[in-house]
């Protein structure tokens, strides 16, 4: 089965602080992606990558930055933490981009409060 | 925006088959239709996906009608486990080619004894 793992289930960060949220996934995929999930809003794509050191903006990548140096991690950074920024982040992976039928599979959720 | 349409809830009694519909009367010929879950406050759990054919594995069953403007999705004997929010999603192109996906507002199943 494959496995994404988010390294932090819940945290508590203050306004202004840089907050790394870490994700790794097992199976050996190009893609990664980070989204965030918020009441009535869905999932939103912050950013993806499709190789390593690549990366590419999802729709509301204001305020967030990537990192992607290994191929199986994925990390998701918040240069300064907003209380909007309050919310559910998701990783995700797929083995391919390219194509139809390839299937993204999601991590646990990591649970942001910036107070 | 979403290309899906559900229910935003149902009913099913533990043991008893779940039948979860959905539309998407816009799909177009070369989309995927892909069914996700998420228990509350958990990441969504892939289940199953289709083209054209019906497809089944360990989690459920996938009905496509032939002009494929809607599926079902089926849970055989649903367990309280089951209860979690259903979405039913169609793979959308994005500008650079990359497919993301839109998730809808699903529907709430919820799995009573």
């Known amino acids: 089965d494959v496995k994404v793992t988010q390294s932090s289930r819940y945290l508590v960060k203050r306004t202004g602080e840089k907050v790394f949220l870490e994700c790794v996934q097992d199976m050996d995929h190009e893609n990664m992606f980070w989204y965030r999930q918020d009441p009535g809003l869905g999932l939103r794509l912050i950013y993806f990558s499709y190789d390593v050191k690549m990366k590419e903006k999802g729709d509301i990548p204001e305020g967030y930055s990537v990192s992607r140096e290994k191929k199986e991690r994925f990390s998701l950074i918040l240069e300064s933490a907003s209380t909007n920024q309050t919310s559910m982040y998701l990783c995700?992976?797929?083995?391919?981009?390219?194509?139809?039928?390839?299937?993204?599979?999601f991590g646990e959720g990591s649970w942001l409060t910036v107070v | 925006d979403a290309k899906t349409t559900q229910p935003p809830s149902m009913d099913c009694a533990e043991g008893r088959a779940a039948n979860l519909p959905c539309n998407h009367s816009?799909?177009?010929?070369?989309?995927?239709v892909y069914w996700y879950r998420q228990i509350h406050s958990q990441g969504p759990q892939y289940i199953i996906h289709g083209l054209k054919n019906n497809e089944t594995n360990e989690m459920a069953s996938l009905i496509i009608t032939e002009d494929r403007k809607s599926s079902t999705l089926i849970l055989p004997h649903a367990t309280l486990r089951d209860t979690a929010v259903y979405y039913c999603?169609?793979?959308?192109?994005?500008?650079?080619?990359?497919?993301?996906?839109?998730f809808g507002t699903g529907t709430r199943l919820l799995v009573s004894p």
């Open positions: 995700a992976s797929s083995l391919t981009i390219s194509g139809s039928g390839n299937t993204i599979y």
């Open positions: 816009t799909i177009s010929g070369n989309e995927y």
């Open positions: 999603i169609v793979r959308v192109a994005g500008d650079t080619g990359f497919q993301k996906l839109v």
